[in-house]
């Protein structure tokens, strides 16, 4: 019974191993815009990413010669981008140029999701390029990153470092201290070219006396992202005086490199007695010149929280070291405060972080000394702003409404205003989508905008399709994971239709095509309108005479050049007819029972130069 379940235990694994042979992706190492490094599993959605990167001494390289040893080192992130630990990784190459230790050619990742082997060149004379490639079979699927890089002949020069050491009390460097004070020894570890080395053991020691004590006493720190290992020092006793060195010493590219500072230990009065807390000053807020947004709210460069600071020091101004400071938030309730509590650290410097609520407001921290509730401290005021947007502030305006549709590329600036329900605009880099039936708008690398200040804008452009001429813009915006945003307008393409500019009665009834003056001189309300749609005309066109009888004056007093409609009903013009002049013939006359007619010829020039004609007959009294 025990070897009938072996043998299927042996087939069922055998066919699982062959089931995953079709999860790699040739194409999952090479990025999408060009280059190497980096890589993914095949499909829309990669879960995994593995990147790649060619080392000297912990710094990238592209290059390595044929009489040295490097690091290939991979690096397996999930989609998220949380390191993914314990995990084996094979690495390969594209041509025999180099050699792998482990001759396995794989290693597992650390907590980091780093794995590393080391790369030499496959002998003295191997010279060329090649590709590195690291790839880790997850779920059946193989992500895959590679690197490529060139083997050369020639020596490449070992980088050097530099480790620069220093005494500094509350951040000023110093030569001298006191037996009864604590300050820190700084060093900075960086290459010769300057560039700060971060994540290495630092160990401080004292080449003279021992006169001090480190914390820790391990006497070790590791470096920060500037390249910055910091412990405190402090005299062994508050009787201990005299001059000394420290050092720091670290290994950087398997070498050693070390440095040094020296200073002045001298007498320091002891007090029996704890300072007492003279006044809290409030130092500085984190982001400044700036509000917090509202909870959920997000934001290009916007935060929900802010960093307080303030300073506790005696009646002397000096700061006060282990005072404990309370902290408590006016109103209450509408922001959360991170840290209740905090004690003053060897700068008399206490920190607090708070956290914005559901609901708009101003809200200001104060702090209080344990010691001595008198004792307060009171922020600038910090402001929380800027919640989600809401439909009833989305909306969308265009500069100009009525363009030239028989001229291809004229455009008109459409934007987007998007506020909160307190009417504040939204946070930076809220996105705004448009699209369009008829004409073209945005660009071609973004189909809409990012607001600054709660506005963005893009360009609308007459161009086919035209359709009937007026087309409809919409603008949607995503708030949250479901609630969208939308707003739409009308563009009108004026004469995309064939229609020209047309001159009719203020009534809208139908016109035949003269005008009757019940006097000699008479002025005309009239509206222009495209003859195709009856819509209003292209913003801008202009109106002018261009012929009349002789000695008929006829002038435009008002509508020229046309007005921007957004309702796109005709717009208004003035007509202004004179027949007085007595050169006239025949001559008009206000009491004339006759009638005598003349003609008129209008001329309408489209912004786009387009230029179009209205002939019509004027009607007036003679004797």
Known sequence: MFRKFFVWLLMATVTLMGGCGGGSSSEAGTPPFGGGGSGSGSGATADYVVTVELQRSAIAITSMTSNETVQAVATVKSASGAPVPNVVVSFGQAASLVTFDPSSATALTNEKGVATVNVAAASSTSAGATTITASVAMASVTYTGSVSFQVQGTAVTATSYNVAVSLQRSGTPTTSITSTETVQAVATVTSSGGVPVSGVVVTFGQADANLVTFSPSSATALTDANGVAKVDVAAVSTSTTGAMTINAGTNVGNSSWSGSTSFQIKAGSVSTTPAVPAAINFVSVTPAGTAIVVKGAGGNGRTESATLTFKVVDASNAPIEGAKVTFAANPANVVSLNIPSAVSDSSGLVTTTVQSGSVATSVVITATAEANSAVTGQSDTLVVSNNVAVQQAFEIVAAKYNLDGTLTGDSTTVSAYVADANGNPVPDGVAVSFTTDLGAIASSTLGGCLTVNGTCDVSFRVQNPRGNGLATVTATAKVGSSTQLAGSLNINMAGANGGTPLLTTSTGASWNGQLVLSSCKQTFEMLVQDSATGRSVNAGTTVALNSATSNLNVAVKAG????????????????????????????????????????????????????????????????
């Open 560 to 623: 020229s050049p046309v007005l921007d409609s957004r309702s796109f009903m005709p717009t208004p013009l003035s007509l202004e007819v004179d027949a007085t002049p007595a050169s006239l013939s025949p001559a008009c006359s206000a009491t004339g029972s006759k009638q005598a007619t003349g003609f008129v010829n209008l001329q309408f020039t489209s912004t786009g130069g387009s230029v179009s004609y209205q002939r019509f007959n004027i009607v007036y009294p003679v004797q």
